[in-house]
Each structure stands twice: as C-alpha cells, then as structure tokens.
C-alpha cells in the first residue's frame, strides 16, 4: 500500500482524517488546558503565601 | 477494605495518589492509542459495505461510549457527594463533565463526518442522534450550572441533582436503535450473542476503548487535583505543599 493510497482512504479520505484530526485536536486541547489550569491555580496559590 | 476506600475520601490523600494514577494511565493510554491507530487505519481490512469510511468507528465508537461512561461517572460521583457530603466525589464529578461534553462532542461530530458518505446526510433527527444531542446538552447545563453559584459546594450540589435526573437518557441514547426505527446502525459488539465484527476490524476498537478509558482517567486525575487546590485552597496541608514544593515537583 502506498503512502498516497493510504491518505486517499478509498476515497473516502475528507472524512475520515478530518474525524481523526479533530479528535486528535480535541484531545490536545482537553489535556493542554487541564494542565495550563492546574499551573495557574498553584502559581495563584504561591502568590498567596509568599 | 473500608478503610482503604475510605482514605481517598481525604482530599490530601487523593491529591498524593492522583499524581501516580494520571502518570500510569497517560503512560498506558498513549501505547494502546499507537496500537489501536495502527490496527485501525493499517491492519484492518476495508469494510465490504463501507469501504475505508468504516474506520471513523475507531473513533466514533470509543467516543460515544465514553460519552455515557462518564456520565454514569459524573452522576454516581455527584450521588455519593450528595448523601454523604464527600469533597473528592464534588471534585470528580465536575472535574468529569468537561471530558464527557469532549467525547460527546467528538461522537456527534465524527457521526456526521461518518454520515454524510454513508446515509448522504450530515444530520438527521433520528432517536439516536437526537437522544445523544440532548446528553451534549445536559454536560453543557450540568456545567453552566455549577459554575452559576458563588459557593462551590452548593453549586457542586445543584449540579449532582442535575445530574442525577438526567440520568434516564442514558438507557434511551443505549436502547434507542431497538426502541425506534432509526437510520443508525444497530448495536454490533455489545449484544449478548457474540459480537456481528470481524476480529481484525474488533480488536483495534477494543485498544482504543482502553486508551480513551486511559486518557479520561489520567486527564481527570489532573484536572480534579486543580480543583482540590481550589477547594483546600486554606487548608493547612496545602499550604505545606505549596511552600515546600518549589524542589519536589515541578508543576
């Protein structure tokens, strides 16, 4: 199989890599603002203290 | 046993074991996401019907499962915080709903990009669509509603009520293709007679499923433990940590 073969996807390619991409996305995203969060409620609480 | 269940009832407690569970579960869900991926879109032979439009399922189906699954998570969480007051269980449940809008989001949309070749329609108001629509809807609520309240507990309060009632369209989005005439395919690996899905095209489904069940532990795990700190923000272990953490861990 072919590297061109295997984005084309039987034609079906739009949508199944747009699926894929978003999901992709989506789960990035989920993980890179619960850890953006977490940072910024504990550098929150650091400035409290000090 | 009780007492072993019993410590992670301690906010403490669970903040320490969280950072382990979210590790682990990160660490096993990226292997059988790698292994489902290469099952998925490699190893699995196009669908006879479908043709390569068929592999959308390995994303499809985790998702919506899961979008039911940490439902059941947030609304047994909110329960148990309820009855018996427990911060963990307040945590857990509007730490879940954020990740269940995700996966529900992600089933309706990837079910539009799966239905548009297949049905040629990008949405249909069909019992399954619709039903699973209107779980969106109660994350969306769930979460506008707890973060409506100056007071994070009885906010965490309304939301589990919430929560709870809606809890009967779990079983409807479940039951939906047997009860209703839909255009959605019926159930074709959760039947009790053996499952009508080749293995090679069953097995990367299964490795997903785990590494999505992996990947909503380990992304709760992390978010529950931001909203522990806002919780114990004056507790006295939290400002221990806080204090001593700048060498320990670098968050």
């Known amino acids: 199989m072919s590297m061109q073969e295997f984005l084309h996807m039987g034609g079906y390619g739009f ?20 850890r953006a969060r977490e940072k910024n409620i504990y550098r929150k609480l650091k400035q409290r203290i000090q | 046993m009780y007492k072993w269940i019993h410590q992670f009832g301690s906010p403490k407690y669970f903040y320490d074991v969280s950072f382990r569970v979210s590790f682990w579960c990160g660490v096993v869900c990226v292997i059988f996401l ?21 592999r959308i399922i390995y ?77 969106l809807f ?14 994070r507990r009885t906010g965490a309060r309304a939301g589990a009520i919430l929560a709870l009632v809606g809890v009967v369209n779990i079983p409807i989005i479940h039951y939906s293709v047997e009860w209703w005439n839909t255009l959605h395919q019926g159930p074709t690996v959760t039947k009790f007679s053996s499952p009508s899905i080749h293995t090679s095209m069953l097995i990367p489904l299964l490795l997903m499923w785990i590494g999505f069940m992996c990947y909503f532990f380990s992304v709760l795990m992390i978010r529950a433990r931001a909203e522990i700190l806002e919780y114990e923000a004056n507790a006295s272990w939290v400002r221990d940590l806080v204090n001593q953490s700048a060498k320990r861990r670098s968050i």
């Open chain 1, 15 to 34: 949508y199944v890599w747009t699926s894929y991409g978003l999901w992709a996305l989506v789960m990035v995203l989920n993980l890179y603002f619960s």
């Open chain 2, 34 to 54: 790698l292994a489902g991926l290469y099952g998925g879109l490699v190893l699995a032979p196009a669908d006879y019907q479908q043709g390569d439009s068929f």
């Open chain 2, 59 to 135: 994303i499809h189906v985790p998702s919506a499962w899961m979008s039911m699954f940490v439902y059941m998570v947030m609304a047994v969480s909110g329960g148990i915080s309820l009855i018996w007051r427990i911060k963990v269980n307040e945590v857990i449940a509007r730490s879940a709903a954020p990740l269940g809008a995700s996966f529900t989001f992600l089933a309706l949309a990837t079910g539009s990009l799966w239905g548009k070749p297949m049905w040629g329609a990008w949405w249909v108001w069909d019992a399954r669509l619709t039903s699973e629509l209107i779980l």
């Open chain 2, 138 to 151: 109660l994350y969306l609520g769930y979460m506008a509603l707890v973060s409506a309240f100056e007071d």
